[in-house]
Antibody, heavy 120, light 107 residues
Framework: EVQLVESGGTLVQPGGSLRLSCAAS????????MNWVRQAPGKGLEWISY????????EYSDSVKGRFTISRDNGKNSLYLQTISLRVEDTAVYYC?????????????WGQGTLVTVSS | DIQMTQSPSTLSASVGDSVTITCRAS??????LAWYQQKPGKAPRLLIY???RLQSGVPSRFSGSGSGTEFTLTIGSLQPDDFATYYC?????????FGQGTKVEIK
């Protein structure tokens, strides 16, 4: 069974930083691309970052580019999101999401999310 | 960025009804379009990918169609478990984007 477990979310002040982690199990992590998607309270889904299976291709949304850094450790079956210069509008549940790049490259599995609250 | 617009925003229906949700893209995304179901406090669940391919384990009452810029998700006979919010999602080009969601409520 695919399992994605996020951690690291907490209350942080504006301008602060945080590192989110996602522990993967139940599948061959090193063969799958991964994503981070967030959801502000009561709002819709927002894709924010992608990393290829080998970590060589990375994409970001404009809303986080230059402030967030995605990375992965295939030896530890883990995905990370380093965030800096956090803003109030970054408050959201952050989901780790697996890519299925068989025929195309869509998101097929999601973790339960970790809540990041940016507030003074 | 490609904008995704869903309609309606809210849909009231009864168990057994057939319902259709529409998603329009600001430019062609065909066929890189997925549909997700989300219940309150839960992670999204993949229903459809490549516009019309049913994800393994998803009931056959869910179907997707469309091409280019216009896509639909149809639930053939609404079941109590189907009351939720549904999102379309384009993965044709970065930045990937989602529709704003359609909440399916009990009438």
């Amino acid at each position: 069974e695919v399992q994605l477990v996020e951690s690291g979310g907490t209350l942080v002040q504006p301008g602060g930083s945080l590192r989110l982690s996602c522990a993967a199990s139940g599948f061959l992590f090193r063969t799958h691309s991964m994503n981070w998607v967030r959801q502000a309270p009561g709002k819709g889904l927002e894709w924010i970052s992608y990393i290829s299976s080998d970590g060589t291709t990375i994409e970001y949304s404009d809303s986080v580019k230059g402030r967030f850094t995605i990375s992965r450790d295939n030896g530890k079956n883990s995905l990370y999101l380093q965030t800096i210069s956090l803003r109030v509008e970054d408050t959201a549940v952050y989901y780790c999401a697996r890519g299925d790049c068989g025929g195309d490259c869509h998101i097929d599995n999601w973790g339960q999310g970790t809540l990041v609250t940016v507030s003074s | 960025d490609i904008q995704m617009t869903q309609s309606p925003s809210t849909l009231s229906a009864s168990v057994g009804d057939s319902v259709t949700i529409t998603c329009r893209a600001s430019q062609s995304v065909s066929p890189w379009l997925a549909w997700y179901q989300q219940k309150p406090g839960k992670a999204p669940r993949l229903l459809i990918y490549q516009a019309s391919r049913l994800q393994s384990g998803v009931p056959s009452r869910f179907s997707g169609s469309g091409s280019g810029t216009e896509f639909t998700l149809t639930i053939g006979s609404l079941q109590p478990d189907d009351f939720a919010t549904y999102y379309c999602h384009q993965y044709s080009a970065y930045s990937w984007t989602f529709g704003q969601g359609t909440k399916v409520e009990i009438k």
